[in-house]
């Protein structure tokens, strides 16, 4: 009789166990993760993140800068769509934390580093005549899917003269758009890529003039030219960081010169 009651026990015991996950099932694991994980942005810059939730149906998160929802205007903002935009000025410390978190059980998150760096001159908009080596481009170089914006730019390498006239040299790639653009688009300063692809926040500098097509048969020459708009650049051909001087052990700019220039 004990021994029947025994094995009946057991059995109950059995049952409850397996029907509370004690016997080795179980529901599954929730997880949320971010994609990059660490990235580096120039100020007033943008950069996207992703995130990934798995083991429920319910896959509604938040952003956090530094723990603030949404940011603040020191540390960087963030969408509610995961897009990052570094603050005017780099932070102290530079390094802030972005964070997705999942609304229904916040205690799941992941996190990504993020350093807010300043912008080399070459990398800003200038005032008007602007000097070469900088960032530019074509002012069409951009596409949009959906809601999001893709955009482009290069370097306006430097000035050459024909014909008693200026022109920008730079690539196909920067200029003409690998091919795809037309002569007498605008060329900008800066490139649409370091203005968050607004080409409301550019110089138009010059226009498309020509290009070699990379698609020519038996072509390797990556090339394009823009006449320059009377008086938007330096026409002693000035280029950053080409000096023979230096300011704070990066070259001063200067024209092209014959003789030994300095490293950085």
Not at 102 to 113: H, V
Not at 170 to 192: E, F, K, W
Request: hydrophobic share 35%; charged share 10%.
């Amino acid at each position: 009789m004990r021994r029947a009651i025994f094995l009946t026990f057991g059995l109950t015991m059995a049952e409850f166990l397996a029907s509370c996950g004690g016997g080795g099932g179980g529901g599954q694991q929730i997880t949320v993760t971010i994609n990059p994980t660490s990235t580096i942005v120039t100020v007033n810059q943008s950069t996207p993140f992703t995130d990934s939730v798995a083991g429920t149906t319910n896959t509604a998160v938040e952003w956090e800068v530094n723990s603030v929802v949404g940011g603040t205007a020191t540390t960087g903002t963030i969408s509610a769509s995961g897009v990052y935009t570094a603050p005017a000025q780099v932070p102290s410390p530079a390094k802030v934390t972005v964070r997705v978190l999942l609304q229904s059980d916040t205690t799941k998150s992941a996190s990504a580093a993020v350093t807010i760096e300043a912008r080399t001159p070459n990398e800003a908009a200038q005032n008007l005549p602007i000097i070469l080596g900088t960032t530019g481009g074509n002012a069409n170089d951009s596409s949009t899917q959906q809601s999001l914006i893709s955009c482009c730019g290069g370097t306006l390498g430097s000035l050459v003269q024909r014909n008693g006239l200026f022109y920008i040299l730079s690539n196909n790639h920067v200029l003409a758009r690998s091919d795809s653009a037309a002569l007498g688009d605008n060329i900008i300063q800066p490139g649409l890529v370091d203005s968050n692809c607004n080409p409301n926040s550019v110089s138009v500098v010059g226009h498309l003039s020509q290009f070699a097509r990379l698609e020519t048969s038996g072509t390797n020459v990556d090339a394009a030219i823009a006449l320059i708009n009377p008086g938007a650049v330096d026409t002693s051909g000035t280029i950053f960081s080409l000096g023979s001087t230096a300011t704070g052990n990066v070259p001063d700019p200067a024209p092209p010169h014959q003789g030994m220039g300095m490293w950085a």
